[in-house]
Nanobody
Framework: QIQLVESGGRLVQAGESLRLSCAVS????????MGWFRQVPGKNREFVAV????????YYTDSVKGRFTISRDNAKNTVYLQMNSLKPEDTAVYVC??????????????????????WGQGTQVTVSS
């Protein structure tokens, strides 16, 4: 049974950096495309970033381009989200997600939660001003 466990979220000041991790077990990690989403109360889950199963392609939502970097370590079955220059509007629960399809999709497909098969529980990131 696949499990996704996020960690690394905490309270930080605006401008600081944070690295989130998502450890995957129970599945062949190297065949999963991994995404990060975030959610605030009362709003839909928002796409943040995705990295394909082979690490060859990454996409980001516009608001985090140049500040966030998604990466993966297949030897550790872990995907990371390096977040720099954090802003108060980045405050959210960050959730990782896994897509079993080892096939490149149209970019916009990765923005939809329905494209992902498995989800973690999330980790809270709070950025104070």
């Amino acid at each position: 049974q696949i499990q996704l466990v996020e960690s690394g979220g905490r309270l930080v000041q605006a401008g600081e950096s944070l690295r989130l991790s998502c450890a995957v077990s129970g599945y062949t990690f190297s065949s999963l495309t991994m995404g990060w989403f975030r959610q605030v109360p009362g709003k839909n889950r928002e796409f943040v970033a995705v990295i394909t199963w082979n690490g060859g392609t990454t996409y980001y939502t516009d608001s985090v381009k140049g500040r966030f970097t998604i990466s993966r370590d297949n030897a550790k079955n872990t995907v990371y989200l390096q977040m720099n220059s954090l802003k108060p509007e980045d405050t959210a629960v960050y959730v990782c997600a896994a897509d079993r399809l080892t096939q490149l999709k149209p970019t916009e497909s990765y923005y939809y939660t329905s494209e992902y098969d498995y989800w973690g529980q999330g980790t809270q990131v709070t950025v104070s001003s």
